[in-house]
């Protein structure tokens, strides 16, 4: 549960920086990315699975929480071979 909350305060202060950039916030665009969608999908299943008994849970609830571990791994294996080191969404590069 305590870490469904941190991760819910990480997004909403993510969301109120990129809101208070020179852009604003578009929030269809914001949740475009699968990086947003997975922290998101994270913290609810993790809220869920804190407020919620685990005997009370079914059976099939596994495969959203392993999904819920997968995704971000996903994501952090995509960005650290992929990703570091790239040039960013607004740089030219020759």
Do not use: C, K, Q
Not at 39 to 54: D, F, H, K, T, W
């Amino acid at each position: 549960m305590l870490f469904g909350l941190l991760g819910s305060g990480t997004v909403i202060v993510n969301i109120v920086v990129v809101a208070g950039g020179p852009e604003g916030l578009r929030l269809a665009e914001y949740l475009s990315f699968f990086t947003n969608r997975t922290n998101l999908y994270a913290e609810a299943v993790l809220a869920i699975s804190g407020l919620v008994p685990r005997d009370r849970l079914p059976r099939w609830w596994d495969g959203p929480r392993e999904a819920a571990a997968a995704h971000p791994a996903v994501t952090f294996v995509v960005f650290a071979v992929l990703l570091d080191g790239a040039p960013g969404a607004r740089t030219i590069t020759p």
